[in-house]
């Protein structure tokens, strides 16, 4: 028998980087917890971060190569990915071709597909996903810091007197540095938050202060910051003097008070309130992510933050400095290997010749590219008009991402070669590849990732590889050797790769560049297996401080930085035909398009529909009630999702969650709705501000169903569908009644003609209720209502897991209703401890006043902590129903 066995890896999800034991018992079973030695989140783990094991099972996994749809051997695949490129190449030139690559590659994978781009077919048509996610925060580190540097590490967001959270949900997005700081304000009280955000997220209510700021109000809310605290003589004159230049230009650039209250529609106390704890804060951290850099105007208000912080000195000292926060489990490590279309490998540049002629001698390469490559949006623009003849898509899915995503769908359709590599057969993007390549998954491979805070660490499998799946490192070196370039290729071992990386990083480099990692550039395998995580740069010579530019050397030709001129742009009048602003983003239990997430029963409880939040008196300009399903329209497509009528929102604007696609429900794939408006400098598409229309979608049935058995198709105007313990549940709407429940139950239940089945029927009153059983199990149920069904979702889905050995368990089913000894929990608050709002309400009834209370009664919020805030909103709210 096999022994018991524990292993250190990294979560990959989102970019905190939690270490992660993964323990794979005796009979294979897997569990994982944190790594309590490791840096980033010692032991602790996020609610997504704590169920990995719910999500390593092979359901839904592409397990061989495909042509055309169907198996093949991995020689034929690669053969012929191999000549497509390379005949395409021939007779249409390099930049005939394109990779369009992700932030969730490890960093030997990216480098390889970096390489083979734009050293060995000499384009720099190479994009990556990390293009929408934070691209305009390398072009602002880039124009301030001559270099794509984050200055900081996690320590100081504890150190900090004033944490700044502009445009960033950290409680949902971040969650495990979010709980950081939430112990850190514990220990010291007298921590200030502050967060930026136009509508109220879980992140705010740890929050001081919370400005509802207007939608992309960014720029002249932090130019405005300057221009207060030069008046107010807050600056740091030594250090503007010796490390910086440009500052009289930004200064003179700054807004009005008066111009920002405009602006931001925020009010001048607000205002000042806020600029003055800045300027008294001598400790302060800007955190900053999507809001910031999703947005036209992302580059500026990353430079507009930047501005603020050489102003006052406050940079790469403890507690002091701006932070822009990754997305992704390894966004950091694809900027190192030069994974995005303008930059060059090893934070070197694609426009400078020195630079392109070093790391093509590096490389000993035949060509290097010359130019920058297609961004994203261009990229696929170029694939929809023909000018990119073969597109190879690893671990992203652009047809749900992206903007304007229907066309990136015809896009795909319409081009003559589509490559995908995904761990999933079915995907929005897959199904439009001529050759779908099965890759590793997490816990499958082996490689390294960089968090937020410059830290590489490794990933370890623990995991035999499924099927004949590889490693996509592995794929892109077989690809390259068939067309030719096997020298350069020939890496063995992912180590090979690792130490090749990191001997780039340090060629010609004598302190010119911030990216040095030549301590590595002899790894080997065995030491490369027992890596411990740790941050760059890592020169070969001696140790030096972990953060950059307390005494400026700046990476500019001069060493010194450069505060850039920022305005804010005109604000755009309001387009009457889409009045409203829609602002997209993520949830707590949700990881992008859901591929891995989804599969989660856990998480796919907390939120399990796609959903629009909108303000209560916008809902009533509109006629809509909380829980009515709405259609959201742009010019570009349209989508419909549930109604959630909340305070947290701004008037005006709605927001909506990027995660539901074709798998999960009829019409959600908020993209669809996007332009492809872009940064000019950075070209990251605007996500956040997205002129819609929205109305009622009036439906005559609302239904609700749990099932065994995924169905094949579900043939209803609304649906979607979520993982939940035994089976599968599905929430649904119809613009006209049928009058055929009996037959839709039967398909959607897959149901067999002879199956034993409970029904109650009032045909006037529009109700139906069907639940089939096998013997003591129930195969599904199916509940319909003229009004949305007021059946408890978790009850019901805790039905397909009981037994029902007698008539009148059976009834209570159809009657939908919990006998009295089965209170219902309500929508699931706690995911790792399943726990409901009905009971945490319950809890605090008896007397539970505080989170720690509801802790030790229920356990929820004890192990991962994401609710937390969430648990305190419930205690708050219903201390103000008390009062009241
Ligand atoms: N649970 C979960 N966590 C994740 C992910 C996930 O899918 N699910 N994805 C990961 C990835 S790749 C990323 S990039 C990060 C993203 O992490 P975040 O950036 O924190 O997440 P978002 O929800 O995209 O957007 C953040 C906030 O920006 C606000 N915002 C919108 N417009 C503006 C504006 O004009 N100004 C300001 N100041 N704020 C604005 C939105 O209201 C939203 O609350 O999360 C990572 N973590
Ligand atoms: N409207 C709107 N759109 C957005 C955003 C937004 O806030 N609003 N955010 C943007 C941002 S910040 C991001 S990061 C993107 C994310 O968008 P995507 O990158 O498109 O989303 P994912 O679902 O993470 O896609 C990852 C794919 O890789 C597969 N995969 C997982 N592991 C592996 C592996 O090891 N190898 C391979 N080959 N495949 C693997 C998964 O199954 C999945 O299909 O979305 C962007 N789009
Ligand atoms: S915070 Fe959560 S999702 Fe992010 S790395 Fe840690 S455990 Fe994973
Ligand atoms: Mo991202």
């Known amino acids: 028998m096999t022994q018991a066995r524990e292993v250190r890896t990294t979560c990959p999800y989102c970019g905190v980087g939690c270490g992660v034991l993964a323990k794979v018992a005796a009979d294979g079973a897997v569990t994982v917890r944190g790594d309590p030695l490791h840096p980033a989140n010692f032991g602790r783990l996020c609610s997504k971060g704590s169920a990995l094991a719910e999500i390593i099972d092979l359901d839904g996994r592409l397990l061989h190569p495909e ?315 170029a694939v929809g008009d023909g000018r990119i003849k073969a597109l190879w898509i690893m671990a992203t899915n652009p047809v749900d991402s992206m903007p304007e995503a229907d066309a990136v769908q015809a896009a795909l359709a319409a081009c003559p070669f589509v490559v995908v590599s995904d761990v999933l057969a079915r995907t929005d993007t897959a199904r439009h590849a001529h050759v779908r390549l099965p890759a590793a998954g997490w816990g499958e491979k082996d490689g390294t990732v960089t968090n937020s805070e410059r830290r590489i660490s490794r990933q370890r499998a623990f995991l035999p590889l499924p099927g004949e799946a590889r490693p996509d490192w592995r794929i892109i070196a077989d690809v390259a050797r068939r067309m030719g370039f096997a020298e350069a290729f020939d890496h063995q071992h992912q180590a090979a790769v690792f130490a090749e990386h990191a001997a780039l990083s340090d060629f010609e480099n004598g302190g010119a560049r911030d990216f040095d990692i030549g301590r590595y550039a002899g790894i080997d395998a065995e030491a490369y297996e027992a890596m411990q995580p740790f941050q760059w740069p890592a020169r070969p010579e001696g140790r030096e401080s972990i953060r950059f530019f307390d005494n400026g050397h700046f990476y500019t030709p001069d060493r010194k930085a450069r505060f850039i001129a920022v305005r804010a742009h005109e604000k755009a009048a309001p387009n009457p035909a889409y009045p409203l602003t829609l602002n997209t983003g993520r949830i707590r239990d949700h990881w992008h398009t859901m591929t891995r997430t989804g599969k989660s029963p856990r998480l796919s409880q907390h939120i399990a529909e796609p959903f629009a939040e909108i303000h209560p008196l916008d809902a009533a300009l509109h006629g809509i009630a909380d829980a009515d399903l709405v259609r959201l329209e742009s010019p570009h497509g349209s989508v419909v999702v549930r109604a959630l009528v909340t305070m947290r929102q701004r008037r005006g604007s709605v927001f909506a969650p990027m995660h539901w696609t074709d798998q999960f429900a009829s019409n959600a794939r908020i993209d669809t709705l996007a332009p492809a408006v872009v940064d000019p400098i950075s070209g990251q598409p605007a996500s956040k501000k997205i002129d819609i229309r929205m109305h009622k979608l009036a439906a005559s049935a609302f239904g609700f169903a749990v099932m065994r058995e995924r169905p094949e198709t579900i043939d209803a105007d609304y649906w979607a569908i979520a993982k939940c313990t035994s089976g599968w549940r599905v929430e649904l709407a119809f613009t006209e009644a049928r009058k055929d429940w009996v037959g839709f139950a039967s398909s959607l239940l897959q149901m067999p003609e002879d199956a034993d089945r409970l029904a109650y029927q009032d045909q006037s009153a529009g109700r139906f209720r069907l639940a089939a059983f096998d ?45 009295a000894d089965r209170p219902d929990p309500g929508a699931t608050v706690c995911s790792c401890f399943s726990v409901g709002v009905n009971q945490i309400t319950a809890a605090i009834a008896s007397g539970c006043s505080t989170v720690e209370a509801i802790g030790q009664t229920l356990k929820a919020g004890t192990n991962c902590g994401s609710c937390r805030s969430e648990i305190k909103g419930i205690i708050d709210a219903n201390r103000l129903q008390a009062a009241e």
């Open 67 to 381: 042509i055309g749809g169907k198996r093949t051997n991995w020689d034929d695949a690669l053969d012929l990915v191999a000549s497509k490129f390379s005949q395409a190449i021939e007779k249409h030139g390099s930049d005939s071709v394109a990779f369009y690559v992700s932030g969730q590659l490890l960093t030997e994978d990216y480098y390889l597909a970096n390489k083979l781009m734009k050293g060995f077919i000499g384009s720099a048509n190479i994009d990556t996903n990390s293009r929408l996610c934070m691209s305009s925060s390398v072009a602002g580190h880039r124009r301030a810091f001559g270099s794509d540097t984050v200055p900081g590490t996690y320590e100081d967001l504890e150190k900090a007197d004033l944490v700044v959270l502009v445009g960033s949900n950290l409680a949902w997005c971040h969650p495990v540095l979010y709980q950081r700081i939430v112990a850190a304000k514990d220990k010291r009280p007298g921590m200030k938050i502050v967060v930026i955000d136009p509508r109220r997220t879980m992140t705010a209510d740890i929050a001081e202060m919370h400005l509802a700021i207007a939608p992309d109000g960014d720029v002249a809310l932090f130019s405005g910051l300057l221009g207060y605290l030069a008046a107010k003589d807050r600056l740091n004159r030594d250090y503007i003097a010796a490390h910086t230049n440009g500052f009289d230009e930004a200064l003179a650039a700054a807004p009005s008070l008066a111009d920002v209250a405009a602006w931001t529609e925020l009010s001048p106390e607000t205002l000042s309130a806020f600029y003055a704890l800045f300027a008294a804060s001598e400790k302060t951290v800007t955190v900053y992510s999507q809001g910031v850099n999703q947005s036209v105007s992302g580059t500026d208000k990353v430079n507009a933050i930047i501005n603020c912080h050489l102003a006052t000195g406050r940079i790469g000292k403890p507690g002091a400095g701006p932070f822009s926060i990754t997305g992704q489990p390894n966004a950091m490590g694809g900027r190192e290997v030069g994974g995005l279309a303008n930059m060059l490998a090893a934070h070197m540049d694609i426009e400078n010749s020195e630079h392109r002629d070093r790391v093509q001698r590096f490389w000993a390469s035949p060509a290097i590219a010359e130019k920058p490559g297609l961004k994203a949006v261009d990229l696929f623009r």
């Open 775 to 819: 013997g003591p199990i129930l195969k599904g149920a199916l509940f319909i209502a003229p009004e949305p069904v007021a059946v408890s979702r978790a009850w019901a889905a805790e039905q397909l897991s009981a037994t029902h050995e007698n008539q009148p368990q059976r009834f209570r089913v159809v009657a939908g209703r919990a006998g």
